[in-house]
């Protein structure tokens, strides 16, 4: 009889260059700890818990009973497609054309593709940090140097444009900016955005603008880098249905940029994924087209609730936390708890049973913060702060 040998399996280097996103992990062990008996108050994971809209979900299955269940175009289906480019010349107040839209499963292939498409070996991309993971992860996967621009809470989380401009080199490629931002729920003003175009000037530098929250946005209005004039050719816009339509799981997203760099990005989606599910896209154009109330009523609460558990955390010995703009989290500064930030949310998992995320699962300058997600109910906030308080009255 043949023997099974177990062979030593080979990955590529570039593997060991390969990030993850921790709110995933700590959801997994938050789990593991429920089926122990342990109750949970999941805070972790950056998912609306509304359930997706009526409307949106009856047009996606009256999509899959008319047979939308076969390959589509690799850049999406071209009334979709079309939809965004009248949404976004709409909102962004420049015109876009349906050439210039690429829908993928969610938002992260913007990220990745983007990256693949125009970021060689030693190139470097600035982006935020503290920031989504993904940015950094994708940058050093493809073997860029990855720049962080340190976003801090003595400037409201923004980006200190003088800062930016010293970091920027003639090996720049790419700048990464988020707004609203996760994880801070920092967002960039007008100002902010003028300024930052300035500091680019006529440098031939693209600029990825990560703007999945732009209608969860509680003060002022939400301006897009690419409404600057000149900048619409260097912007690419990464945007989506998960957050503002609570459709995580449908996963869709699109990135709309020029259209030379649209054909590049639509050749990733044909060598990775094809296409996106046809049956999800008809759904998305009801999202866009239909009934915005539920967009609205999403928005009103995920505010009550952040001003609830912002209020609460600034009540919390060695817990203070500015009022975040704009998405669904709250960044408390945590540092006068004596406790590093990876420590502190493991207690809080472990003994207080309110799952968070530390500020180091989003780079180096997230050490001092924890990241808490008030996509839950007012109830189940307030027992979470219940809970904190208690265990910081014991701990601290």
Same mark, same amino acid.
């Given at each position: 009889?043949?023997?099974?040998?177990?062979?030593?399996?080979?990955?590529?280097?570039?593997?060991?260059?390969?990030?993850?996103?921790?709110?995933?992990?700590?959801?997994?062990?938050?789990?593991?700890?429920?089926?122990?008996?342990? %109750? $949970?108050?999941?805070?972790?994971?950056?998912?609306?818990?509304?359930?997706?809209?009526?409307?949106?979900?009856?047009?996606?299955?009256?999509?899959?009973?008319?047979?939308? =269940?076969?390959?589509?175009?690799?850049?999406?289906?071209?009334?979709?497609?079309?939809?965004?480019?009248?949404?976004?010349?709409?909102?962004?107040?420049?015109?876009?054309?349906?050439?210039?839209?690429?829908?993928?499963?969610?938002?992260?292939?913007?990220?990745?593709?983007?990256?693949?498409?125009?970021? @060689?070996?030693?190139?470097?991309?600035?982006?935020?940090?503290?920031?989504?993971?993904?940015?950094?992860?994708?940058?050093?996967?493809?073997?860029? *140097?990855?720049?962080?621009?340190?976003?801090?809470?003595?400037?409201?989380?923004?980006?200190?444009?003088?800062?930016?401009?010293?970091? $920027?080199?003639?090996?720049?490629?790419?700048? $990464? #900016?988020?707004?609203?931002?996760?994880?801070?729920?920092?967002?960039?003003?007008?100002?902010?955005?003028?300024?930052?175009?300035?500091?680019?000037?006529?440098?031939?530098?693209?600029?990825?603008? @990560?703007?999945?929250?732009?209608? #969860?946005?509680? %003060?002022?209005?939400?301006?897009?880098?690419?409404?600057?004039?000149?900048?619409?050719?260097?912007?690419?816009?990464?945007?989506?249905?998960?957050?503002?339509?609570?459709?995580?799981?449908? *996963?869709?997203?699109?990135?709309?940029?020029?259209?030379?760099?649209?054909?590049? $990005?639509? *050749?990733?989606? =044909?060598?990775?994924?094809? !296409?996106?599910?046809?049956?999800?896209?008809?759904?998305?154009?009801?999202?866009?087209?239909?009934?915005?109330?539920?967009?609205?009523?999403?928005?009103?609460?995920?505010?009550?609730?952040?001003?609830?558990?912002?209020?609460?955390?600034?009540?919390?010995?060695?817990?203070? !936390?500015?009022?975040?703009?704009?998405?669904?989290?709250?960044?408390?500064?945590?540092?006068?708890?004596?406790?590093?930030?990876?420590?502190?949310?493991?207690?809080?998992?472990?003994?207080?049973?309110?799952?968070?995320?530390?500020?180091?699962?989003?780079? %180096?300058?997230?050490?001092?913060?924890?990241?808490?997600?008030?996509?839950?109910?007012?109830?189940?906030?307030?027992?979470?702060?219940?809970?904190?308080?208690?265990?910081?009255?014991?701990?601290?």
């Amino acid at each position: 009889m043949p023997t099974t040998t177990q062979l030593e399996l080979r990955l590529a280097s570039r593997m060991s260059r390969l990030g993850t996103e921790t709110a995933f992990e700590v959801l997994n062990r938050a789990r593991q700890l429920e089926k122990q008996g342990k %109750e $949970i108050i999941h805070l972790e994971i950056g998912e609306p818990d509304f359930d997706t809209p009526a409307n949106v979900v009856e047009a996606g299955v009256d999509a899959l009973h008319k047979g939308w =269940t076969h390959y589509g175009p690799a850049a999406g289906l071209p009334d979709l497609r079309q939809t965004i480019a009248d949404y976004v010349s709409r909102t962004r107040n420049v015109p876009v054309s349906s050439e210039e839209v690429v829908v993928v499963p969610g938002g992260k292939p913007i990220i990745f593709f983007t990256m693949l498409a125009l970021v @060689d070996e030693e190139d470097e991309v600035i982006y935020p940090n503290p920031g989504f993971p993904i940015y950094e992860s994708m940058i050093n996967y493809v073997g860029g *140097r990855a720049i962080p621009i340190p976003l801090r809470e003595a400037r409201d989380f923004s980006v200190d444009v003088k800062e930016l401009a010293s970091l $920027i080199t003639d090996r720049t490629r790419l700048i $990464i #900016l988020n707004s609203p931002h996760n994880p801070t729920g920092g967002v960039l003003t007008k100002r902010d955005i003028l300024e930052i175009a300035e500091a680019i000037g006529d440098r031939n530098i693209l600029i990825l603008s @990560d703007e999945i929250y732009s209608r #969860l946005i509680y %003060e002022g209005d939400h301006f897009s880098i690419m409404s600057v004039p000149g900048f619409k050719e260097r912007t690419i816009l990464l945007d989506g249905f998960s957050k503002t339509y609570a459709m995580t799981g449908w *996963r869709l997203g699109y990135g709309v940029m020029r259209p030379d760099l649209a054909t590049h $990005i639509a *050749r990733l989606m =044909t060598n990775s994924n094809s !296409c996106t599910a046809s049956f999800t896209q008809v759904a998305g154009i009801e999202a866009l087209r239909g009934d915005q109330s539920s967009v609205h009523k999403m928005n009103t609460e995920f505010k009550r609730r952040r001003d609830v558990f912002v209020a609460g955390l600034n009540k919390i010995k060695g817990f203070s !936390c500015r009022v975040p703009k704009g998405a669904f989290y709250a960044f408390p500064n945590i540092t006068k708890t004596g406790w590093p930030s990876k420590k502190l949310a493991d207690a809080l998992l472990e003994q207080a049973g309110v799952a968070c995320l530390s500020g180091t699962a989003f780079g %180096e300058y997230g050490e001092g913060y924890l990241r808490f997600s008030v996509a839950n109910s007012l109830e189940n906030l307030s027992n979470a702060l219940a809970r904190i308080e208690d265990w910081a009255g014991k701990n601290l």
